[in-house]
Nanobody, 125 residues
Framework: QVQLVESGGGLVRPGGSLRLSCVVS????????IGWFREAPGKGREGISC???????EYLDSVEGRFTISRDYAKNTMYLQMNSLKPEDTAIYYC???????????????????WGQGTQVIVSS
């Protein structure tokens, strides 16, 4: 069974940085696409960033230039580096994998087969 375990969330001041990690087991990250999503209080789940099987990336407009998605094949771990954090970035953050090969990744939830349990990020002074 594929499992995803996130870590790295927490409380940070506006302008600060956090790096989220997601360790993936029973699935190798060089096969499909990976994505990061978030869910703010009272809102639906939105896609933030993804990388396709051929390393094409996508970012939500509001995080482009501040967030960076990456993956380490040796550690089978995916990351989301978040800089210049804003209060509106407060949410539960989820990692996800799409197990099929895809040239282009997507920021919608439907194609993703497995999800992590979420890690809370709070941006507040």
């Amino acid at each position: 069974q594929v499992q995803l375990v996130e870590s790295g969330g927490g409380l940070v001041r506006p302008g600060g940085s956090l790096r989220l990690s997601c360790v993936v087991s029973e699935f190798t990250l060089d096969t499909g696409a990976i994505g990061w999503f978030r869910e703010a209080p009272g809102k639906g789940r939105e896609g933030i960033s993804c990388i396709s099987s051929v390393n094409k990336t996508e970012y939500l407009d509001s995080v482009e230039g501040r967030f960076t998605i990456s993956r380490d094949y040796a550690k089978n771990t995916m990351y989301l580096q978040m800089n210049s954090l804003k209060p509106e970035d407060t949410a539960i953050y989820y990692c996800a994998v799409e197990t099929t090969f895809t040239q282009y990744c997507t920021l919608v939830t439907r194609p993703y087969d497995y999800w992590g349990q979420g890690t809370q990020v709070i941006v507040s002074s």
